[in-house]
Structure formats: structure tokens, C-alpha cells
């Protein structure tokens, strides 16, 4: 029997080993299946169709396969706006595309420079003679501002625009702390410093108000006149200051009113917007849903224009990403790892560029990250090529301690940057285990011993170290500032404090030298590493990473960010606010992570023009994908 019961045993884990080998194998297919890039070979003649379902972002981050199958939510389709840009610009020269078909009623927004600079492309494509036609239930802030370079936008009869503008609400708990008996231990240089304050005040300082007040006020500027030189006709101070007026005058109907204030030139579904086209560019003949039209879509018309790329001159200008909070690990690409970076640019040594050209899109993150990613642009430095750094959205605190190698630096009027201060914040428990019974007692030889000590509170010792480290921190910063802009300590000073300043006002400063996009950063390392336009190829340092994304692209043709959420103007401001819960997590999430001393700018992360709005949930507030986090670290 015992022999028997062995042999039972062995046939048992022969079967569960080779239904695990096959359960693996067809994940393999089905991931390789499924991440295949789209053939170019699929281009029709007609119009592009640009289905804007999700946020336009500097950088998109690869999905984790795994923990987006355990999921129960699609993930948010995000697109980088240099390829975004790429396809207009291309669709603008080529005989195939007559039109350009641009549905924003999934469209979830991007920050304010990447939307200038496809406003910019759509503008371009206006100029080529070729017809532009938007169509949304729901316009935001975002939608309208690409809508507005349209010659038509639609709006659904059950939709409209709702102009929010800039600006809302922060959350902060130092009520709840203390209710809780928490002690946030926080440790900070620089009068404007306000990503602490959440943890230590109930409201907004003076000082922190002022900074938010003035940038949000350059922000809507910068809005308002982007969509008026596009609509001179719109009527933005009526839909913004009078909104119950304008819309009873229009018998509340918010579609009416849209028209009426010229942020819309027709009422109509998207069938009917697509007869609009259908009668331009062709009906389709592969289809005969109602409403369809002759169309190529954006993932394969991208992989053709990407598939036309001739990579053939010996003189080349390398391109590296810096985007979203820099860590110190292997993050990204879509947030910036240190480590990661660093390697890029290291075996990008043995490429021989001419140039070097750093786009950063951050509001920094840590202080050792930060400067690892510094010292590696260094090393090409050392190399004697140029520098340029080119600022996106924001490139704040870490993100502006990256671009201080540069030998110009380029930003626009949107962009956020400065914030030259550090922090550290760091909980200890030492009142909730007493309200509950729970004491402490040990031996130390030191007053540094168990130190920092979360149950029994930070000792005087412990408190000076953490203190040190961060004015040690922020001299350094001082100094990287002063030597880079060629000033004095004290000025640098002046101009750090924690102060978040506006592309504008950072170029008065002499924080920025020039405005200018990413194009006009690489056109300036080509003038100065004398190579002649048409001479020279860009090369995208680490745009060829593997990605499981398109399986994800597959999957929201049946449940995509439309079909998930509601798509009027009711649930546009819902999702909002969802949003903001949303924030309770990350915001904890920070406060508990050992993260170190940080250079971060938390203006930049609020403000509404420079991140975009929040889609459906997604994988990480799935309990699953929880466990498999736990179960993959």
C-alpha cells in the first residue's frame, strides 16, 4: 500500500506539473499573440480617425500583464504625445488621409503642454487644406481645447461643454493625525515647501496660496487664449462667469448653449457625425454600421508612419525621457527610475552621439535618484557633446535638479518648474500604541540607537540627523543652481525656497534660457553640434522597450473607458471627484513609504492642467492585484 499510495502520489504531480506547463504555455501564446504591433499594411484612404479613449501623456507606461489579468478593469489607454504629434503631422502630408475624424467623448485629458503641442499639430493639419471634424458628448477643459482647432465640432443633443478652468480643492490631515494620535515628523527647507503641509496644516499657508494663485492664474491665461485665437467667436467669459444665465437662456439645455456660445458649430449622435464625414472622404466599404465612413485608425496608421522611418545617416542625436516621480529603482518607462535611466544613458556612451537631448516631464521625486540621474547626463557631458533640456509639463524639485547639466534649457509658458527645496516626512506611532495600552522599553548605548523609532517616537539626536540631512540636501541643490545659471548662492536662494514658478517667469529669472519645444531643443544640439538639418537621425533612448500594451488595446474595443463610465457632463464631474478619493491612497501611500529625503514639487501634481483627469479604476485598486503584488515582490 505504501508503494502504491508513492506511485499515486508521483502521477498527482505529473498531472499538476504538466496542467501548470500547459496553463503557462498558452499565456505565452496568447501574450505574443496578442502584443503583436498592428500591420501598417491595414492603411485605408479616407479620413484618420483619432478615438481619444484616455489620457495623452509625455510617456506610456507599460501595463503589468499579469496583474492586469487578475484585474477585474481595463486599464486606461494612454498616449504619448510625441506619437500623437507624429501621426497628425503625417496624416497632413499624405495623400491617403483627406480628413481627420477626432472623437473625444472617451478623451480623459493631458497636461498643458503636451495639449499645446498637439493643438499645435492639429493646426498644422488644418493648414495642409485638409478638413478637421471633432465630435463628444461631454467637452472638458481638455476636449475643448483640441475641439477648438477643428473647422467642425459636434456635440451630442444629450451633452454639452462645462468649463471648470483651472483650480479646486487639496486634501489635508492634520486634523486626522492628530485625531488618531499620529505624529507626522516632518523635516524641510524652503519657505514655499508646501508638499509637507498636508501633513501639518488644515489648510493652505499664506505663502503656498500665493505660489498656487499666481500659477493657476498664468495656466487659465494660457487656456483661454490658445481656444480664443482658434474660436475668436467663442464667448468663453459668458460660459464661465454667468453659467445659470447662459444656460436659461438656452432653456437649459446644455447642448443649445454650447452653440450659442460658439464652443460648438453643430447638434448631432456620432451617426450623424459620421454621414458628416462619410460625405467627404467616402462611405466605408467594409462596413455598413450606421454612421461609419472610410477611416484608418490610429494604431495601424501609427505603426505604418513608425514603419516608414529611415534610421540611415551616421550622425545621431540621442533622446532621453525623464517622466513622472523619480525614484531610485527600475520604474518606467511613464515614471522615473533612476537606476533605469542611468543605464540608458550609459550604454548609450558606446553609441557615439553627437548630441544629448533630455526631455523631462517630473515633478521630481528622491534626492538620490535625482542625482544619480544627473550624474549619468554628466558622463555625456564629459564625453563634449551638448546638452539640452527640454521641459514638458512640469520639470520641478528633482526635475529641475536633473536639468542643471544642461547647456540650455528650454521650456514653455505652461510649464512648472523651480521648486528648489527638499523634504522628509515620517510617521511614528508612539500615541496610538499608548491609547491602547501598548509601552516601550529597551536599552541604548547611544542616543542614536533604535533610532528613528516609529513606536516610541524620534529622539532629539535622531531628529538633528534627519534635520542636517535635509539642509545638507538643499546646499547642494543651491550649489547645482548657482553653477549651472551663474549666479551667486544667495540669489539661488532667493530663487529656490520651495517656489514653484511658470515657464515665464522662470525665463525672467534666468531659471529656463529660452521657450521652445522638444523639436526645438533637438534643432538647437544639431546647430551646435554642427550637423545640417536633414543630416542627422533621433534616436529615442529606450523606445523599444518590450510592451504588453496592445493586448490591452484588443481587449477596450469591448469595454473601453466610454462603456465604463458615464458620458455626459454629470458623470464628467463625478469621475472627478472619484478622482480625488483616489487621491487618499496615493497620499497615504507616501506618507508610509520610506522614500527618503525628497525633492518633489506637490503643486505640480494638483494642478489640473498638468495632470490629467482620472478614468475608470485602475488594476491597483483591484483587491487582486494586490495579492499579486505581494505574491510577485
Given at each position: 500500500?505504501?508503494?502504491?499510495?508513492?506511485?499515486?502520489?508521483?502521477?498527482?504531480?505529473?498531472?499538476d506539473?504538466?496542467?501548470?506547463?500547459?496553463?503557462?504555455?498558452?499565456?505565452?501564446?496568447?501574450?505574443?499573440?496578442?502584443?503583436?504591433r498592428?500591420?501598417?499594411?491595414?492603411?485605408?484612404?479616407?479620413?484618420?480617425?483619432?478615438?481619444l479613449?484616455?489620457?495623452?501623456?509625455?510617456?506610456?507606461?507599460?501595463?503589468?500583464?499579469?496583474?492586469?489579468?487578475?484585474?477585474?478593469?481595463?486599464?486606461?489607454?494612454?498616449?504619448?504625445?510625441?506619437e500623437?504629434?507624429?501621426?497628425?503631422?503625417?496624416?497632413?502630408?499624405?495623400?491617403?488621409?483627406?480628413?481627420?475624424?477626432?472623437?473625444?467623448?472617451?478623451?480623459?485629458?493631458?497636461?498643458?503642454v503636451?495639449?499645446?503641442?498637439?493643438?499645435?499639430?492639429?493646426d498644422?493639419f488644418?493648414a495642409?487644406?485638409?478638413?478637421?471634424?471633432?465630435?463628444?458628448v461631454?467637452?472638458?477643459?481638455?476636449?475643448?481645447?483640441?475641439?477648438?482647432?477643428?473647422?467642425?465640432?459636434?456635440?451630442?443633443?444629450?451633452?454639452?461643454?462645462?468649463?471648470?478652468?483651472?483650480?479646486?480643492e487639496?486634501?489635508?490631515?492634520?486634523?486626522?493625525?492628530?485625531?488618531?494620535?499620529?505624529?507626522?515628523?516632518?523635516?524641510?527647507?524652503?519657505?514655499y515647501?508646501?508638499?509637507?503641509?498636508?501633513?501639518?496644516?488644515?489648510?493652505?499657508?499664506?505663502?503656498?496660496?500665493?505660489?498656487?494663485?499666481?500659477?493657476?492664474?498664468?495656466?487659465?491665461?494660457e487656456?483661454?487664449?490658445?481656444?480664443q485665437?482658434?474660436?475668436?467667436?467663442?464667448?468663453?467669459?459668458?460660459?464661465t462667469?454667468?453659467?445659470?444665465?447662459?444656460?436659461?437662456?438656452?432653456?437649459?439645455?446644455?447642448?443649445?448653449?454650447?452653440?450659442?456660445?460658439?464652443?460648438?458649430?453643430?447638434?448631432?449622435?456620432?451617426?450623424?457625425?459620421?454621414?458628416?464625414?462619410?460625405?467627404?472622404?467616402?462611405?466605408?466599404?467594409?462596413?455598413?454600421?450606421?454612421?461609419?465612413?472610410?477611416?484608418?485608425?490610429?494604431?495601424?496608421?501609427?505603426?505604418?508612419?513608425?514603419?516608414?522611418?529611415?534610421?540611415?545617416?551616421?550622425?545621431?542625436?540621442?533622446?532621453?525621457?525623464?517622466?513622472?516621480?523619480?525614484?531610485?529603482?527600475?520604474?518606467?518607462?511613464?515614471s522615473?527610475?533612476?537606476?533605469?535611466?542611468?543605464?540608458?544613458?550609459?550604454?548609450?556612451l558606446?553609441e557615439?552621439?553627437?548630441?544629448?537631448?533630455?526631455?523631462?516631464?517630473?515633478?521630481?521625486?528622491?534626492?538620490?535618484?535625482?542625482?544619480?540621474?544627473?550624474?549619468?547626463?554628466?558622463?555625456?557631458?564629459d564625453?563634449g557633446?551638448p546638452?539640452?533640456?527640454?521641459?514638458?509639463?512640469?520639470?520641478?524639485?528633482?526635475?529641475?535638479?536633473?536639468?542643471?547639466?544642461?547647456?540650455?534649457?528650454?521650456?514653455?509658458?505652461?510649464?512648472?518648474?523651480?521648486?528648489?527645496?527638499?523634504?522628509?516626512?515620517?510617521?511614528?506611532?508612539?500615541?496610538?500604541?499608548?491609547?491602547?495600552?501598548?509601552?516601550?522599553?529597551?536599552?541604548?548605548?547611544?542616543g542614536?540607537?533604535?533610532?528613528?523609532?516609529l513606536?516610541?517616537?524620534?529622539?532629539?539626536?535622531?531628529?538633528?540627523?534627519?534635520?542636517?540631512?535635509?539642509?545638507?540636501?538643499?546646499?547642494?541643490?543651491?550649489?547645482?543652481?548657482?553653477?549651472?545659471?551663474?549666479?551667486?548662492?544667495?540669489?539661488?536662494?532667493?530663487?529656490?525656497?520651495?517656489?514653484?514658478?511658470?515657464?515665464?517667469?522662470?525665463?525672467?529669472?534666468?531659471?529656463?534660457?529660452?521657450?521652445?519645444?522638444?523639436?526645438?531643443?533637438?534643432?538647437?544640439?544639431?546647430?551646435?553640434?554642427?550637423?545640417?538639418?536633414?543630416?542627422?537621425?533621433?534616436?529615442?533612448?529606450?523606445?523599444?522597450?518590450?510592451?504588453?500594451?496592445?493586448?490591452?488595446?484588443?481587449?477596450?474595443?469591448?469595454?473601453n473607458?466610454?462603456?465604463?463610465?458615464?458620458?455626459?457632463?454629470?458623470?464628467?464631474?463625478t469621475?472627478?471627484?472619484?478622482?480625488?478619493?483616489?487621491?487618499?491612497?496615493?497620499d497615504?501611500?507616501?506618507?508610509m513609504?520610506?522614500?527618503?529625503?525628497q525633492?518633489?514639487?506637490?503643486?505640480?501634481?494638483?494642478?489640473?492642467?498638468?495632470?490629467?483627469?482620472?478614468?475608470?479604476?485602475?488594476?491597483?485598486?483591484?483587491?487582486?492585484?494586490a495579492?499579486?503584488?505581494?505574491?510577485?515582490?
Amino acid at each position: 500500500m505504501a508503494f502504491a499510495r508513492k506511485v499515486w502520489k508521483f502521477l498527482v504531480a505529473v498531472k499538476d506539473g504538466l496542467a501548470l506547463l500547459f496553463l503557462l504555455l498558452f499565456f505565452m501564446m496568447l501574450f505574443a499573440l496578442l502584443s503583436a504591433r498592428p500591420n501598417p499594411g491595414v492603411v485605408r484612404d479616407g479620413a484618420l480617425l483619432l478615438d481619444l479613449d484616455g489620457v495623452v501623456v509625455e510617456e506610456v507606461a507599460p501595463i503589468d500583464p499579469f496583474a492586469a489579468l487578475l484585474s477585474n478593469t481595463v486599464p486606461t489607454r494612454e498616449y504619448a504625445a510625441r506619437e500623437l504629434v507624429a501621426a497628425i503631422d503625417a496624416a497632413a502630408s499624405d495623400e491617403r488621409i483627406e480628413a481627420l475624424a477626432l472623437d473625444l467623448t472617451g478623451f480623459l485629458g493631458g497636461g498643458a503642454v503636451n495639449l499645446q503641442e498637439v493643438s499645435e499639430a492639429l493646426d498644422r493639419f488644418r493648414a495642409s487644406d485638409k478638413p478637421i471634424y471633432s465630435y463628444a458628448v461631454a467637452y472638458s477643459d481638455s476636449s475643448v481645447l483640441l475641439a477648438a482647432h477643428s473647422d467642425e465640432i459636434w456635440v451630442d443633443p444629450l451633452g454639452g461643454v462645462a468649463i471648470t478652468g483651472p483650480g479646486g480643492e487639496n486634501l489635508y490631515y492634520a486634523n486626522a493625525l492628530e485625531r488618531f494620535n499620529v505624529t507626522a515628523n516632518v523635516y524641510r527647507v524652503g519657505t514655499y515647501k508646501s508638499a509637507v503641509e498636508p501633513w501639518t496644516e488644515t489648510g493652505m499657508s499664506p505663502e503656498a496660496r500665493e505660489n498656487m494663485a499666481q500659477l493657476l492664474a498664468t495656466i487659465w491665461e494660457e487656456w483661454r487664449a490658445n481656444v480664443q485665437q482658434a474660436r475668436p467667436d467663442a464667448d468663453i467669459d459668458l460660459v464661465t462667469s454667468d453659467v445659470a444665465g447662459w444656460l436659461a437662456a438656452s432653456n437649459n439645455d446644455i447642448a443649445e448653449a454650447s452653440l450659442a456660445a460658439g464652443l460648438a458649430d453643430r447638434i448631432g449622435t456620432r451617426v450623424e457625425w459620421g454621414e458628416r464625414i462619410a460625405q467627404v472622404v467616402g462611405e466605408d466599404r467594409w462596413n455598413d454600421d450606421p454612421g461609419s465612413f472610410a477611416a484608418t485608425e490610429y494604431d495601424p496608421w501609427l505603426a505604418d508612419v513608425n514603419g516608414g522611418i529611415d534610421l540611415g545617416n551616421d550622425n545621431k542625436i540621442g533622446v532621453v525621457t525623464i517622466a513622472g516621480v523619480i525614484s531610485d529603482g527600475e520604474a518606467g518607462p511613464g515614471s522615473a527610475g533612476a537606476e533605469r535611466i542611468a543605464n540608458l544613458l550609459d550604454n548609450a556612451l558606446d553609441e557615439g552621439f553627437d548630441a544629448l537631448v533630455v526631455r523631462v516631464n517630473s515633478p521630481g521625486g528622491t534626492v538620490t535618484g535625482s542625482e544619480t540621474i544627473r550624474r549619468a547626463i554628466l558622463r555625456h557631458k564629459d564625453a563634449g557633446i551638448p546638452i539640452a533640456v527640454s521641459m514638458g509639463n512640469y520639470a520641478a524639485s528633482g526635475g529641475y535638479w536633473v536639468a542643471t547639466p544642461a547647456d540650455r534649457i528650454f521650456a514653455e509658458p505652461q510649464t512648472l518648474t523651480g521648486s528648489i527645496g527638499v523634504f522628509v516626512v515620517v510617521p511614528s506611532f508612539e500615541g496610538v500604541l499608548s491609547d491602547y495600552g501598548v509601552s516601550t522599553d529597551g536599552v541604548r548605548t547611544t542616543g542614536l540607537s533604535g533610532q528613528p523609532d516609529l513606536f516610541d517616537g524620534f529622539s532629539p539626536e535622531v531628529d538633528s540627523v534627519l534635520q542636517a540631512g535635509v539642509e545638507s540636501s538643499y546646499s547642494r541643490f543651491l550649489g547645482l543652481v548657482a553653477e549651472a545659471r551663474g549666479i551667486s548662492l544667495e540669489r539661488a536662494d532667493e530663487l529656490g525656497q520651495g517656489r514653484v514658478w511658470d515657464g515665464g517667469a522662470a525665463r525672467q529669472l534666468g531659471l529656463v534660457d529660452q521657450f521652445g519645444d522638444l523639436q526645438a531643443a533637438i534643432a538647437w544640439a544639431a546647430e551646435r553640434a554642427e550637423l545640417a538639418e536633414g543630416d542627422y537621425d533621433v534616436t529615442y533612448l529606450g523606445a523599444n522597450a518590450p510592451s504588453y500594451d496592445s493586448i490591452f488595446a484588443q481587449l477596450r474595443a469591448g469595454g473601453n473607458a466610454k462603456e465604463q463610465t458615464g458620458r455626459d457632463v454629470t458623470s464628467m464631474f463625478t469621475r472627478r471627484e472619484m478622482a480625488r478619493l483616489g487621491r487618499i491612497t496615493e497620499d497615504l501611500d507616501q506618507l508610509m513609504g520610506a522614500q527618503g529625503i525628497q525633492a518633489r514639487c506637490l503643486e505640480c501634481t494638483i494642478l489640473p492642467s498638468a495632470t490629467p483627469a482620472a478614468g475608470p479604476p485602475r488594476a491597483a485598486d483591484n483587491w487582486l492585484f494586490a495579492l499579486a503584488q505581494l505574491w510577485r515582490d
